[in-house]
């Protein structure tokens, strides 16, 4: 390997090593967040949670759709009756 292979490779070492440097840095912050925001320590938690909440929002949303279709049949007999 040549003193210019060997220099080149350093520099892409280097580079690397801040890449890396900064993706941790941003792993930390949003570790942080998570924390903050969503009360959660890992990731498994934070997943954990995601899933209890689509499930609660599922629920909600049938809800609202038996209770529109029951209104929706209640103000068409209405209709019916004048």
Do not use: F, H, P
Request: glycine letters at 2%; charged letters at 40%; a negative charge.
């Amino acid at each position: 390997m040549t003193t210019e292979e060997l220099l080149d490779l350093q520099e892409e070492i280097e580079e690397a090593a801040k890449e890396m440097a900064t993706l941790e840095g941003k792993k930390q912050y949003m570790m942080e967040e998570l924390k903050k925001t969503w009360k959660c320590d890992t990731v498994e938690q934070a997943e954990t949670k995601l899933t209890k909440m689509d499930e609660a929002i599922e629920k909600l949303n049938e809800d609202i759709d038996n209770k529109t279709t029951a209104l929706e049949e209640q103000l068409d007999g209405q209709n019916t009756d004048t």
